[in-house]
């Protein structure tokens, strides 16, 4: 670890700098280089050279060096393991399941799945008999990646794979505040054979993904709305694609009959998982009324047997990722207590241990005015409503202006899924939350300021494509009937054409519609 931070600076003469930190106890642990313009182009210069030589390659010989890479990354499982918790604070059990577990699916997901979603379509014309048409995917060629900290391998390489798999180039440009994972898993990936600069990364703050924009094909970006907007409006100016996945407010409705146990346990880990720091957490519970105080019993008594600890404890939570984030969540916990929310357990920072810890919080008697109920709080805390009914629970879901995500909770698995598609989110799970992430075969991505795009699914990998028509002629004619000089009569051809082929009844038999 030590040494992967030592030899960043090498490959840079930037003046400026910035530390990365270790949140559980607040010291640096690594001084990286912010990468200036000159850098940033030559940087996705060089990746575009490497590209070309990447989408000449067939799907399969990309899915075998794809998966050597896999390998390598299994073989330093533990480096990379290690390099998450110290860089990010989550615990080593979720750096293995949440993040490299993901990574390596997607790599043999998209490796296997590639060729089948990307595979040249023929179509029959419906009119011109006499033409084959064919749509093909290019890749759109370098895909800047504008990352967050709270899923330093998952949101960085992970989202690469099907980029890199579609023949593109990816240039990361990680969160300053935990770019290490993607230092070492860009070292790795060339160790493995990855062919030099195709996936490759540069470091900084805002401006340095502000100049990425500039020199790259197409930008994906995960993070806040704020930062997104900017984005968008940026590449709108240069006519240059984006995937963006923003923030969330994941509401769970739990209904009269649903499996008690289930849910609090469900609504536990969908809280505070990551220590609540998930786009797709659940921050906000709509509980009916009849089982309102046992739910809310239970919870209390989960979430008070939390661990909470440094990342090689054993532990259930990790600290808060950086003091900003950490300021929020108190800030909205604060706020929501002076407008008359009632804390049941948590609701402070934790003064036991150095570095950004909060404790594991319950919210009641929260209302839809307040600010912890309308925006995104990304923190260990879950904030619960007494609702009389199904219907008044979907309503107060619904009423937000992020559609990430969400949760149903009844034995009722088909009125469940009737409330779940009147969900005005991405995703829905029943009896389940957050659990759609791990599904690459289905879409993933949210509606209102959730985003724009989807991960996952066959627009996980054609979003980093361009599409391209073909049309060959079948018969090789020497004119075609419309081309110059027009024969004598072409008019009223064509005027009693009209006639034949698309006036009612006719049509049907003529064109099968």
């Known amino acids: 670890m030590a040494d992967t931070a030592q030899a960043i600076p090498e490959r840079s003469n930037a003046t400026s700098t910035f530390d990365v930190e270790n949140p559980a106890t607040g010291e640096v642990i690594a001084t990286l280089?912010?990468?200036?313009?000159?850098?940033?182009?030559?940087?996705?210069?060089?990746?575009?050279?490497?590209?070309?030589?990447?989408?000449?390659?067939?799907?399969?010989?990309?899915?075998?060096?794809?998966?050597?890479?896999?390998?390598?990354?299994i073989d330093h499982k533990d480096e990379i393991a290690e390099t998450i918790s110290r860089e990010n604070g989550k615990p080593l059990a979720e750096c293995y399941s949440n993040e490299l577990f993901y990574t390596c699916e997607s790599i043999g997901f998209w490796a296997k799945n590639a060729i089948r979603f990307l595979a040249d379509k023929q179509e029959t014309p419906r009119l011109l008999k006499t033409k084959k048409a064919y749509s093909t995917y290019k890749p759109r060629g370098v895909i800047g990646m504008i990352t967050p900290w709270n899923f330093p391998l998952v949101l960085t390489v992970g989202e690469a794979i099907p980029a890199l798999m579609a023949g593109n180039g990816v240039v990361?440009?990680?969160?300053?505040?935990?770019?290490?994972?993607?230092?070492?898993?860009?070292?790795?990936?060339?160790?493995?054979?990855?062919?030099?600069?195709?996936?490759?990364?540069?470091?900084?703050?805002?401006?340095?993904?502000?100049?990425?924009?500039?020199?790259?094909?197409?930008?994906?970006?995960?993070?806040?709305?704020?930062?997104?907007?900017?984005?968008?409006?940026?590449?709108?100016?240069?006519?240059?694609?984006?995937?963006?996945?923003?923030?969330?407010?994941?509401?769970?409705?739990?209904?009269?009959d649903a499996n008690l146990e289930r849910a609090v346990n469900g609504c536990v880990w969908g809280s505070m998982t990551n220590a609540g720091q998930v786009c797709i957490s659940i921050e906000r519970a709509y509980v009916h009324e009849k089982i309102y105080d046992e739910f809310v019993s239970e919870l209390v008594n989960r979430v008070e047997k939390l661990r909470q600890g440094h990342g090689h404890e054993d532990t259930d939570l990790g600290p808060m990722t950086f003091p900003k984030q950490l300021e929020k969540v108190e800030h909205?916990?604060?706020?929501?207590?002076?407008?008359?929310?009632?804390?049941?357990?948590?609701?402070?920072?934790?003064?036991?241990?150095?570095?950004?810890?909060?404790?594991?919080?319950?919210?009641?008697?929260?209302?839809?005015?307040?600010?912890?109920?309308?925006?995104?709080?990304?923190?260990?805390?879950?904030?619960?409503?007494?609702?009389?009914?199904?219907?008044?629970?979907?309503?107060?879901?619904?009423?937000?202006?992020?559609?990430?995500?969400?949760?149903?909770?009844?034995?009722?698995?088909?009125?469940?899924?009737?409330?779940?598609?009147?969900?005005?989110?991405?995703?829905?799970?029943?009896?389940?939350?957050?659990?759609?992430?791990?599904?690459?075969?289905?879409?993933?991505?949210?509606?209102?300021?959730?985003?724009?795009?989807?991960?996952?699914?066959?627009?996980?990998?054609?979003?980093?494509c361009h599409q391209q028509t073909i049309v060959v002629d079948r018969f090789g004619t020497s004119k075609e009937p419309t081309w110059y000089p027009l024969p004598k009569g072409i008019k009223g051809m064509l005027r009693r054409g009209l006639n034949l082929i698309y006036r009612s009844g006719w049509k049907n038999r003529l064109l099968g519609g």
């Open 332 to 464: 909205h916990v604060e706020s929501a207590k002076r407008d008359g929310a009632k804390v049941l357990t948590g609701g402070k920072r934790s003064t036991a241990k150095s570095g950004y810890w909060y404790e594991p919080t319950v919210l009641v008697d929260v209302t839809e005015d307040m600010e912890i109920m309308r925006d995104e709080t990304f923190g260990p805390v879950i904030a619960v409503r007494k609702v009389k009914n199904d219907a008044e629970a979907l309503a107060l879901a619904n009423d937000s202006r992020y559609g990430l995500s969400a949760s149903v909770w009844s034995r009722d698995k088909a009125g469940a899924t009737n409330i779940a598609r009147r969900i005005e989110a991405g995703g829905v799970c029943v009896n389940d939350h957050m659990i759609h992430m791990l599904i690459p075969e289905v879409p993933m991505g949210g509606v209102k300021e959730s985003g724009l795009g989807r991960r996952h699914g066959a627009e996980g990998i054609t979003k980093y």
């Open 33 to 73: 280089p912010v990468s200036g313009r000159d850098e940033i182009e030559a940087t996705v210069n060089a990746c575009r050279e490497a590209q070309r030589q990447w989408a000449a390659l067939s799907f399969s010989q990309r899915g075998k060096m794809l998966k050597r890479f896999r390998d390598h990354l």
């Open 172 to 256: 990361l440009k990680p969160s300053e505040i935990t770019p290490l994972t993607v230092v070492l898993c860009c070292r790795l990936a060339e160790e493995s054979g990855l062919p030099p600069g195709l996936l490759t990364y540069v470091t900084g703050l805002g401006q340095t993904g502000a100049d990425l924009i500039d020199f790259v094909d197409m930008v994906s970006f995960t993070g806040s709305v704020e930062t997104g907007r900017k984005i968008q409006i940026k590449c709108a100016e240069q006519l240059k694609p984006t995937t963006m996945e923003l923030g969330g407010k994941d509401p769970a409705i739990v209904c009269a």
